[in-house]
């Protein structure tokens, strides 16, 4: 299969470098970028890119896609009735039958937002492979130790290598744990055991709130960062989630680990938890992601609106309006995220590197006049301007309409019915 | 011209309430709401909304249209260098030829947004009006003091007069100065003088930053909201922008004098001017509106990005996740813009207000499950859920597609044009 996207900018993401000229596609991966594409050549399909620009997607970096069926059904209260009144009984609720459809919802989202791929971490994650399968979604999803639902040390070990087989694959698998709270000496030890076996980088929220690091604290006498690189968790990498309360000491061990922070700036809004000195981070030479945590904190998943806050947040905490560049923060939602994913051949529009691509209307009128186009994306984007979005080579969004094998209004009749029979707190 | 909107979800804002229903439009003026509108009788346009929400068009109660030529050209910058350095050279180079391309850039923005009126204050409004009659757009323009242009006292009061004779035309107006820090004395006997026999309402940037408000206080001995009480300038009520720095006794006035606070987040976020107290404000019986501020500090045009930040700002500020509920916010967005701007006929979807109406597509995956659509609305809405807006009971904005007589292409084109020349900072 040979695909054609001609006549377009192309931003490559290896600089801030905007090229005209074609992208050819062969089956999952690009093959031809540059403008001596030969555009008369065979192809299965031509898209005239009519001048729009053509980018890497973007890297959903921290995500618990099924959590839809919570959106808007606990907002505006605070964090421990958020979750332990709202959340944790209604998750509890949860059975494998759910999770499909409930991701399927978040799945088109993110097509609307021109989002490529996530790190996924939730519960029955084979049931959310399927629906990614289903959809031809690209996720990472972060295996947990759970021996009650059969996942012991040897069954995540046996996991990752699968999984991770073809490096081209669409769905893919790392291990991780919950977070530093709510890990007992078993999880730990199971962890340590996984990941010194497997070579798995490492996930895990960490110091998403003030008082997560002082109880870490308190109980440990060190910070969850320190407690994970006692234990030798960060020793293949990988990545921990929020970060809002990090010390210096933090981010020196971050930095020594190559471990990505992956920030969750409406997250962290929404329930008050913080602005994370990215700033600070950045100076310390430190590596940022994006996610967009679930749609339960966040309510949307829209990178738009993760990178605009990113930046905008930075300015609120360190009054200080120049702050990060919009490249910078194109570069955490696409390069860094891929990165952050173990997806080392997601992170560029490049030959070699896997057909993940958006186009972007540049005839949206937030999108004019072009001044400059990395900032009217960062400052002014949103998910109107997303007009293309390709996955593993093939256009699964175009021009407002989902060119998937589904019936989408089936897709949110299933997970209404799931959403009502989930809301319903047992006694 | 009598319009249907048929099967549809209906939010009047008069109250949360969401009823099930039909709308008739005749010419510019709702004519019918409810269940029982005859979708039977004769129509010359038809619309079957297919269960879709129609609520009230959005109200912008703060900008500068016509700084579309400056989106994206001064980021990341200092206030005091976006101003000097790069704002005000550029604004200087502007004529009244190039105010009408300029402009309607932005209402072709606003039009994806669902704002069908804004209040809008910047140079040349004849000019202005002229884009907005063109397209068919709804503003009120602010008029200002400026004998130089000819706007001396009695211009002002003539063209108040005048441009409100008829209470449900499609442009009116009213009148305002910049800020008490840009006023000088002739100024201020001028607004006076103008108010008091116009009877117009008032309209001022105030209290934006700390330092224009410490400032006034050594200059004058008092803030710049108890000198414009002082000088008597609240009488007919009207509203302020910004209001970022409101003391106890400056709330008082305000709602004594029944003064809209229009509160502008994403600006004041982007130029690092802070957080607006607008849970004090709510507290102390204030009317809130939203205002986008000019595409040079924002720099989109797009009221789900102020209604959002607006809430999770507040958030952020009081370290309470606790803070504004969504329907609250819908009013400020609604409503509440309406009394600010003096359209009391395009306060709610009623009969015999103004047919300033918009469709939310509850089919696109952000509006799903619906557990709560006002929440889905204000936390997880976005451009992309804007199915039709309509003005003055005409559709100019259809799934994606501007339905005017005019090419945006070319559109694009002149505007492009000028923003290069307006570009160039003169020595």
């Not at 000229?21 to 009519?50: F, L, R, W």
Request: hydrophobic residues 40%; contains cysteine; glycine residues 6%.
């Amino acid at each position: 299969m040979r695909t054609l996207l001609k006549n377009a900018k192309i931003l490559k993401m290896i600089d801030e470098n905007i090229i005209e000229g074609h992208v050819a596609i062969t089956d999952n991966m690009i093959s031809e970028v540059g403008p001596d594409v030969d555009i008369n050549a065979q192809y299965d399909k031509v898209i005239d890119c009519e001048g729009n620009l053509l980018m890497p997607g973007f890297k959903n970096a921290h995500t618990h896609s099924a959590m839809t069926f919570l959106r808007s059904k606990a907002d505006d209260s605070s964090l421990q009735d958020w979750l332990f009144k709202e959340i944790f009984p209604r998750e509890a609720n949860l059975h494998p039958g759910c999770i499909k459809e409930l991701t399927k919802v978040a799945i088109l989202e993110y097509l609307t937002s021109g989002i490529t791929s996530c790190l996924d971490m939730y519960f029955f994650i084979d049931e959310y492979k399927e629906a990614c399968d289903e959809l031809g979604f690209r996720s990472v999803f972060i295996g947990m130790y759970n021996p009650k639902d059969g996942r012991d040390v040897d069954s995540l070990i046996r996991m990752y290598k699968e999984w991770n087989q073809d490096k081209n694959a669409l769905n893919k698998m790392v291990i991780g744990m919950h977070a530093e709270y709510t890990a007992d000496e078993e999880q730990f030890m199971a962890m340590e055991n996984c990941l010194k076996t497997s070579g798995s980088p490492f996930y895990v929220h960490a110091c998403e709130t003030y008082s997560e690091v002082k109880e870490c604290i308190d109980k440990r006498g060190m910070t969850p960062i320190e407690y994970f690189d006692l234990r030798h968790l960060f020793d293949n990498g990988g990545a921990i989630f929020h970060g809002v309360y990090l010390t210096d000491n933090d981010m020196k061990i971050l930095k020594e680990k190559d471990i990505t922070v992956v920030s969750c700036p409406a997250s962290n809004m929404k329930l008050a938890s913080g602005i994370a000195d990215i700033t600070c981070m950045l100076n310390k030479g430190l590596r940022i992601a994006i996610g967009t945590d679930g749609s339960a904190s966040n309510n949307a998943l829209d990178m738009f609106r993760e990178m605009y806050l990113l930046t905008g947040l930075q300015k609120i905490a360190t009054k200080n309006p120049v702050s990060i560049s919009a490249f910078e923060v194109l570069k955490m939602a696409t390069v860094n995220g891929a990165i952050a994913m173990n997806l080392d051949n997601a992170k560029y529009l490049e030959v070699g590197q896997l057909a993940d691509i958006i186009m972007i209307d540049l005839m949206r009128p937030s999108m004019q006049p072009i001044n400059n186009i990395i900032s009217n994306l960062v400052y002014s984007g949103g998910k109107d301007v997303v007009k293309m979005t390709m996955i593993n080579g093939k256009i699964l969004y175009f021009d407002g309409k989902f060119l998937i094998n589904e019936d989408i209004s089936e897709i949110y009749k299933k997970a209404q019915s799931l959403t009502d029979e989930l809301g319903i707190i047992k006694q």
